[in-house]
């Protein structure tokens, strides 16, 4: 890899991106983030997270690129599926849906390389994450990077930047469906 090779980082939130974006600077790359979380139920909740990202990157000197909230986009991506249990269907909608706006901007950026810091949490599946990527970098022609930012203490490290920049910590994933299993 070259160093300061260009990667997009797509981030949930800014408690979750804190570890991957260190990671990845360690590993040369030139990080820049993606908040892109149209699956957040309200404007407020997307601003509250969204001042977090901004904290984050600022303090890890990253640029920070936002998606405009569309709230409709989710819910026509999932529509049919909102009785479904967290980690279910819905949820891998969502993911596929914030995945494939990634894949977007990098063609649009000329960036050839994702990843997502949705992996981070132990509530998210690796695997279903990394394949969903896969099939969207393939049908992009990029690279989608499945790193597991939960090894040697991801989630640690990255519960620990947040504390340490006094983040907004967030009670659910964000999407007013799963306000009723949290």
Sequence with gaps: MSVNKKILLHACCGICSGYPIS?????????????????????????????????????????????????????????????????????????????????????????????????????KDFEKISKLGQVVADSFQIEYLPLNFRKQDGFLKTNNISKELNLYRQSYCGCEFAKNFS
Excluded at 37 to 46: S, V
Excluded at 57 to 67: A, K, N
Excluded at 76 to 87: A, F, M, T, V, Y
């Design 23 to 123: 990671l990845l600077k360690d590993m040369g790359y030139e990080v820049i983030v993606y908040f892109c979380n149209p699956n957040l139920d309200t404007i407020e909740e997307f601003n509250r997270r969204l001042e977090a990202q901004k904290t984050v990157c600022e303090h890890f000197g990253v640029e920070l690129i936002v998606e405009e909230y569309r709230h409709s986009e989710y819910l026509k991506s999932i529509n049919g599926l909102e009785n479904e249990p967290e980690r279910g269907k819905r949820c891998e909608k969502c993911i596929d849906l914030r995945l494939q706006l990634a894949g977007v901007k990098c063609k649009k950026l000329g960036i050839n390389t994702f990843t997502t810091s949705l992996v981070i949490s132990p509530h």
